[in-house]
Every structure is written in C-alpha cells, then in structure tokens.
C-alpha cells in the first residue's frame, strides 16, 4: 500500500518537476508538424513560439502562412503585422496582407498595402505576383482608376490566358463600375461578361472575338450607361477613329455628363486640329472633374496648339500634379516649356518622361507603358 | 468531361436525391444536419479534454451547457450569444463552433458563419458536410470560386448519406460550374440528378443556361430573356427523356423567339443532327453567322461531315476550332478522328494524345486512340489503351 501510495505520489508530482520544452525544441516541432501537414498542430506550435521568442520572425511568418492558407485571414493579420515590424525582408508580407485585408473587407489598407508592396518592387513567387496583382486590380477599380485598372488586367490575359474571374474584372474596369466582383448588381451579370470578354480578347489581340462580343453587348445593353463609352474604347484600340468617334457621342447622349467620352472626344478634335471644339469640349470636362488629370492634359495639348503656352504650361502642371507619373504630361509640359523658352524646365520635364518610360517595374506597369500612346515628334 | 466530373454525375445518380433544396428551408436542413455530424464529433478526443483550471473548466462548461440548452429550446439568440462566451474561453471548441455556425447561417448571417466553418473544418479536415456548408456559405457572401471548391471537396468526401444537403450541394455546383463556364460539367450533373428522379421544375433555368452556353447564375438570367432560357431547359429535359416531339416542338420555338441569339441555333441543331441531318447543319451554319468564334458549331459541323466521309469539308472545321481554342479536347479529338480517316496516322496520334492529355478520362478519346493505334501496328499501345478503357467503364469506387 505504501509503495502505491509513494508511486501514485512521484507521478502526481512529476508533472510540475518536469521542464518546459525550450523555444528551440517547439520551433523544430512546429516546423516538423508544418512539413508532416499537421496544420493545427503546427499553428499552434508556431504561437506558442512566438509567444516564447516574440523576435521569430521566420515563426510569425510561417503562422501567418498557415493560417492564411485556411482562408482564415483575420487571424492571418497580426502575424503579418507583426513579421513586417521585424523582418529585415518584410516585402512580400505586404502583398499578402493587402490580401488578407481585401477578404476582411479593409479595402482601403488593402489598397495601401499593394501599393507599398509594389514600391518595393512587388517580390514574391509567380502565384503572389498572379493574385495579389489580380486583387489590387480590383481595388483600383472599386477606387474608379479603371485604365491603371484594365492595363494590370490585360498584361494578365496576355501572360495567362482567360478565366472566368479575369473576365469578370475586366468588364467591371470596362464598364467603369465601381464594384468587386462580390458586390455588384445581379442585373448586371450579363453585360460585365459580356464587355469582360471583349476586353480580354482585345487585350490578346484577337479581334474577330473582341467584336463578336461587344456587339452582344451593344444589343442589349447598348441603352446602359459607359456601354458605347467602352465600344468606342475598343475602336480606339483598334485605330478606327471615325467608329470610336460615334461610339463617345451615342455615349454623350445617354450619359451627357460622360467626362471620360467627353475627353476622348477632345483628344480626337485636337489631333485632328479642330482647336476651338476640342477646347470647349476639354474645358467642360475640366469644369465637371476638376480632378481629371487627363482633362488638364487634352485641354494643355489644345491650348499650346492654338500657341497658348502660358495657359497651356498651367493646365499641364496640373495635370503633373494630379498624375505625376505620367510620361505623356511630363512630355507634354516639356514642349509647353520650350515654346515658352523655359529651357531649364523643359530639360527637366525629359528627363522625368524619360526615366518614367524606364523605370515601370510590375509587368503591368511594363505593359501599360508600351501600351499608352506615346508622343510623336510632331507634339 | 474529366474524372471529377464522371464522378459528380455519378455520385448525383446513384444518390436517388429528391429536387435541389435550393429555397427549401435550410433550418430544417441544418437541424437535421446538425445531430448527424455532432454525435460522432461528442465521442471525439478533443470534445473530452478539460482545461487544467478548475474555475475555467466550470465557467466552460456551464457556458456551454447553457448554450446546448438555449440552442434546444430554440432561444437562439441566447444560444449564439453563449457559443460564443463558449467559444471564447475555449477557441477549438469543435462542437461550439459547428453548432453556432449553423445558427448563424440560419440567421443568414452568412460572413461570420464562414469564418467559424473555416476554423471548424481546419480541425476536422475529412467532415463533408462542414465543407459543404462553407461551400453555401460562401455562396451566399459571393465568393464563388472558393465556394466551388469547398463544394466539390464536400462531394468528393460525401456528405454522411445527407440526403437533403447532397442535393444542395449538387444543384450549386451545377450552377458554379456553369458560371464558370463549364458547360459540359454542368450538363453532365444536372442530367445526372433528372436521371435520378428528381423532379425537373427547380433544374429548368440551370439546364437552359448550361445548354445555351450562358455563364450565369439563374438570379442573373435578364427578364428579357428568361423564357429563352426556359425554353432552352424544357426542351434539353424533353430530349433527355426521349421525347423528341416536345423537343422538337420547344426548340423550334425557342428559335423563332429569339432567332439572333447566340447558342439558339448551336442548341437546335444538336438535336436536328440525330433526327434531321441536313437541318441540323443547316443551323449550324446559322450558328457560325452570328457566333462567328463559336468552336462547338465547328466541331458538331466536322463531326457530321466525318460521318458523311466529307473530309474535305470536316478538316478545315477542325483545323479552325483548333486555331480557336487550341486546349480544347474535343478539338484535338476531332482533328484525330478526321486525320485518321484520310490514313494520317502519324498526324492522328499527336492529335489524340493531345487529346487524352487534356481529358484523360474521356472514353472515345481512348478508343480513337486505340485503333489509330492498332492500324499503326503499336499494339502494346493499343492494349494499354484497352485497359484504360475497361478501367475507366467500371464504378468511380471500383477504380
């Protein structure tokens, strides 16, 4: 009975002798339960790592890794939070907490983050650059920068292919619709394929496809407002002015207040030295969006053309200001500079256009550059 | 159609379900569900684990006993309210977890049930009908290619012979896939689950938007046009059911209603190709002037010219939805086919097994291989084509 008693006694109190296993044992079990797929096991250890250790930062990353691999992203924030405080590579976690953020719905430090990402020169795996440009994508679209928007998407379809998800944010970009495609209408189903499909064919190239699908798209949404706005899109892209010319007027009549069509419209009226209607046309989409980079730009071009330099110069700077990574303003401004003998000015203004065209690193800014019309000699 | 998909369809068959509960009352559903799941989750380990603390453990314990009977008597907003004191003092909480869930969906508050079903199903990785209920969760929030996904995996682990939800689960992967523009998936599954006796009215829209090649879900289908889809339904389920009269008769309709639509005349035609030849490629051809991109108009026209021994017609056809769509299967099989009949058998073979890459599963695809092998003299090859085939004809879980 005694020796019962003594062992049931050493085992009761061999629990409270017994040591707590060091950090360094539950780092190797945690990374050995990671590799064996034991998830929760893992996850739990790599807590209770950084709990010992807060300075791990390859702990938080792993945590973070595995509890954003379950979808479980509001978990997944704080470890990511927490391993950009300390890592001394932290790029590629903004990435995927701008992805955490998107599917908690914190768009806007969603957006923040891409973008700190993509100053960091978007590091990262193949699938980080497909879904986290994908996913900024869309916020610059819910944010209405639908061209920086449909320029990310379409070097997308040119690197991947089509998908059904590539599709749908394109026609929400193309359509100018300031949704995700969590929240948009219903209604609107049919008319984002429809014009998502078209936009991504254009974007490979293939217009045959592009055609056959906007033209669906004309005929039974051709009543909904940014429709003929987006067709005239595609007959711009593929140089057939006259057509995109009737498309941004059937715009203007459905939505008179259409300052993208109202710009296009300009531009066309510019280069084809139609001055006085393309100033007025510039100048009221500038009165109605004050803040419309592209307006101060088309009303720059026209004024200079008309030798208004001085009023050229300020609605360019402007447009700098509001866009200033613009290579085209940048050259714009330059010539206004010339005319006005502002050589220094001008020189400088080059100099900006021609390190912007340069220094675009994501592919889709590569793409966008290639893409955006640039200036001829004769501007 | 791939593996997963034979397996869809006959899984959908053989599981005799009644119509997709797609309105029907989920409380019913989850109620039912509920019980099954949880009585074997109780016997788990982890359900029997105490907090070493003496005072946690009772505060645990009579939280949760107190949400078990709140949930009972149907005070379920005490019962949410509880789990999730519960579930605060014990986060892995497994039944915690399912059970409040369940609730919140039932309140439609679909956000923070998918993100309890997440945690839930991370600890309980092989329970299908936890996936499928993330999968409708996340149906409901609109994160459709996750719901997919989580729906298909609740398929492939089955569902606990839950009869009620298998068949939700069934109609929404119908509707995903063709969202995402899986047509031929979707078809295969939807015709699986009519086969299987369910009644057809709620699978009409589904079926008409997968026959007309429309990637929408039957809440997007626009006003204008939902008596073209229904039309479209009626007469893909006249003609599953042998009634080519009625089929006839609503699809020659559909098409006089809605004469310039895509897909109208591809839908027609298909079925005037078995009863009437030159009139299904007659609109075909109708097809191709208002989808001028359309690939299966081009394939159907191929494969009723190779029938017809016109090669000279069916080559370019298959040359073109090749050009089109250069991963399609279908168009390699043609291509194949065609190639084999005009003696190309080197040509033939690429094109084949081309083909099996991309659709390995596809039976004529192996029998075109085999005998374009056979003719070549590879008879290993054609015997290792053979077995394949016998592989693949046997039950999903024989293989």
């Given amino acids: 009975m005694v020796a019962v008693i003594s062992l049931l006694a050493l085992l009761f109190l061999s629990n409270p002798s017994s040591p707590q296993p060091s950090f360094e044992q539950i780092a190797k079990q945690a990374d050995a339960a990671r590799v064996a797929d034991r998830m929760e096991d893992a996850i739990e250890l790599y807590s209770e790592g950084v709990g010992l250790r807060p300075s791990w930062s390859e702990g938080w990353w792993w945590l973070a890794s595995l509890l954003y691999d379950q979808d479980r992203f509001s978990e997944a924030q704080p470890p990511l939070q927490r391993f950009i405080a300390i890592a001394s590579k932290p790029a590629p976690a903004y990435a995927f907490l701008g992805l955490c953020e998107y599917e908690t719905r914190d768009y806007e430090h969603a957006l923040q983050h891409f973008q700190e990402w993509g100053r960091r020169g978007s590091p990262g795996t193949d699938e980080l650059l497909d879904v986290a440009g994908f996913h900024w994508a869309l916020l610059l679209t819910r944010r209405g920068q639908f061209v920086e928007a449909l320029s990310m998407l379409a070097a997308k379809a040119q690197k991947r292919g089509d998908s059904p998800a590539l599709t749908e944010a394109m026609g929400l970009a193309s359509l100018r619709l300031r949704n995700l495609p969590e929240d948009y209408l219903p209604e609107k189903r049919e008319s984002v394929w429809l014009a998502g499909k078209a936009a991504f064919y254009a974007s490979v190239e293939d217009d045959l496809r592009a055609d056959e699908y906007a033209a669906e798209l004309l005929i039974h949404h051709g009543h909904e407002p940014n429709v003929h706005y987006f067709r005239g899109s595609l007959f711009s892209f593929q140089k057939d002015h006259d057509a995109a010319v009737k498309q941004y007027q059937q715009e203007l009549q459905i939505s008179p207040e259409h300052t993208a069509a109202m710009i296009e419209l300009a531009l066309f009226d510019v280069e084809d030295h139609r001055f006085t209607e393309g100033l007025a046309l510039a100048q009221h989409a500038v009165t109605l969006d004050p803040r419309n980079a592209r307006a101060h730009y088309v009303l720059g071009r026209g004024l200079l053309a008309l030798g208004r330099a001085q009023e050229s110069a300020r609605q360019l700077e402007i447009a700098r200001q509001l866009a200033p990574a613009s290579a085209m303003i940048r050259f714009a401004l330059a010539r206004s500079y010339r005319t006005l003998g502002r050589s220094e000015d001008a020189a400088r203004e080059l100099a900006a256009f021609g390190s912007l065209k340069e220094s675009a690193s994501a592919p889709w800014e590569r793409q966008k550059t290639t893409k955006q019309k640039q200036p001829g000699p004769s501007e | ?399």
């Fill in chain 2, 1 to 399: 159609m791939g593996a997963a998909e034979n397996d869809e369809a006959e899984a959908a068959g053989t599981i005799g379900v009644m119509v997709p509960a797609v309105t029907l009352p989920f409380l019913l559903l989850l109620l039912g569900l509920s019980g099954a799941v949880l009585a074997s989750q109780r016997a788990g380990p982890a359900a029997a684990k105490i907090p070493s603390t003496p005072g946690k453990a009772a505060t645990f314990n009579q939280v949760s006993e107190a949400a078990d009977r709140a949930r009972t008597e149907n005070r379920d907003d005490d019962a949410i309210r509880l789990y999730q004191q519960a579930l605060h003092l014990r986060p892995a909480w497994k039944e915690g977890l399912w059970y409040l869930s369940t609730l919140l969906y039932e309140k439609e508050r679909y956000p923070a049930a998918r993100d309890l079903l997440r945690r839930f199903v991370s600890h309980e990785q092989g329970a299908g009908p936890a996936w499928a209920m993330l999968g409708l969760s996340e149906f409901q929030t609109r994160e459709y290619t996750r719901s997919l996904d989580h729906l298909l995996r609740a398929m492939a682990l089955g569902m606990d012979n839950r009869k009620d939800l298998a068949q939700s689960v069934f109609y929404f992967v119908a509707v995903l896939r063709t969202r995402f523009e899986q047509f031929d998936e979707s078809m295969s599954l939807l015709m699986a689950m009519v086969k299987s006796g369910q009644p057809s009215d709620l699978l009409i829209e589904p079926i008409g938007l997968a026959a007309l090649r429309r990637p929408l879900l039957p809440s997007e289908v626009p006003p204008n046009r939902r008596d073209m889809i229904h039309l479209a339904g009626q007469g893909a389920l006249a003609l599953e059911a042998q009634d080519r009269e009625g089929a006839d008769r609503l699809l020659s309709k559909m098409v006089a209603a809605y004469p310039d639509e895509p897909g109208v005349h591809f839908l027609y035609g298909a079925f005037l190709l078995d009863v009437r030849p030159t009139e299904g490629m007659a609109e075909m051809q109708r097809e191709m002037e208002i989808s001028p991109s359309s690939v299966p108009a081009r394939l159907r026209l191929a494969e009723e010219y190779l029938k017809q021994s016109n090669l000279d017609q069916a080559l370019p056809l298959a040359d073109q939805a090749l050009r089109l769509e250069p991963h399609r299967a279908t168009a390699h099989m043609i291509m194949g086919e065609v190639l084999v009949a005009k003696d190309s058998l080197e040509g033939a073979i690429r094109e084949l097994e081309t083909a099996e890459q991309e659709a390995p599963q596809t039976v004529r695809i192996r029998w075109d291989l085999l005998r374009a092998y056979a003719a070549a003299g590879r008879s290993g090859d054609a015997q290792r084509e053979k077995e394949e085939i016998a592989k693949l004809n046997r039950p999903a879980a024989e293989r």
